[in-house]
T-cell receptor, first 113, second 114 residues
Framework: GDSVTQMEGPVTLSEEAFLTINCTYTATGYPSLFWYVQYPGEGLQLLLKATKADDKGSNKGFEATYRKETTSFHLEKGSVQVSDSAVYFCALIVNQAGTALIFGKGTTLSVSS | GAVVSQHPSWVICKSGTSVKIECRSLDFQATTMFWYRQFPKQSLMLMATSNEGSKATYEQGVEKDKFLINHASLTLSTLTVTSAHPEDSSFYIC??????????FGPGTRLTVL
């Protein structure tokens, strides 16, 4: 079945460090890919998305590129801030109307000043 | 952007009682809503897909008689946890699709069963 695999956390970085959170997927169809972020005590927020191969999603300094050949959608940010501390979820949806997102297990990022 | 609300945000109840959680799409109509459950430090697990005016579709292993879902209108879905027990304590999150099939998430409801 369809699935998402994320790197295990927690990831602990100093402010201004470079961030990579790996995400790979398995899908029977041609999925759309997403990164969601969950700040402490809050609900999930869409961070970025990509709907086809080689698309790059970007938002708030975060980027991820849809790589069909490696079935990956790694999240990157060049310089993290303390306010980026959160749990990050990679997710996919196979392009059928009304289907639910399939989530990875989440990666906790902790950034210290 | 589109907003999805949940009510209540936190509920504590005694074992054996029933709890209703509401999920509303505030500024759009949602033909499809989803209910997820999130355990501490774990991912979201889909419980059921709720379509307006029809019965919900439950994921394997989710007891439909225990987790009653009603999607009576295009802006409201409810999840009722019947005869709740401590093992039902969890974070319940709903989401709703707009007409572009973009999914928006509610803030979640934390249920604690004593």
């Amino acid at each position: 079945g369809d699935s998402v695999t994320q790197m295990e956390g927690p990831v602990t970085l100093s402010e201004e460090a470079f961030l990579t959170i790996n995400c790979t997927y398995t899908a029977t169809g041609y999925p759309s890919l997403f990164w969601y972020v969950q700040y402490p005590g809050e609900g999930l927020q869409l961070l970025l998305k990509a709907t086809k191969a080689d698309d790059k999603g970007s938002n708030k300094g975060f980027e991820a590129t849809y790589r069909k050949e490696t079935t990956s959608f790694h999240l990157e940010k060049g310089s993290v801030q303390v306010s980026d501390s959160a749990v990050y979820f990679c997710a996919l949806i196979v392009n059928q109307a009304g289907t639910a997102l399939i989530f990875g297990k989440g990666t906790t990022l902790s950034v210290s000043s | 952007g589109a907003v999805v609300s949940q009510h209540p945000s936190w509920v504590i109840c005694k074992s054996g009682t029933s709890v209703k959680i509401e999920c509303r799409s505030l500024d759009f109509q949602a033909t499809t809503m989803f209910w997820y459950r999130q355990f501490p430090k774990q991912s979201l697990m889909l419980m059921a897909t709720s379509n307006e005016g029809s019965k919900a579709t439950y994921e394997q292993g989710v007891e439909k008689d225990k987790f009653l879902i009603n999607h009576a209108s295009l802006t409201l879905s409810t999840l009722t946890v019947t005869s709740a027990h401590p093992e039902d304590s969890s974070f319940y999150i709903c989401s709703a699709n707009d007409d572009t099939d973009t999914q928006y998430f509610g803030p979640g409801t934390r249920l604690t069963v004593l």
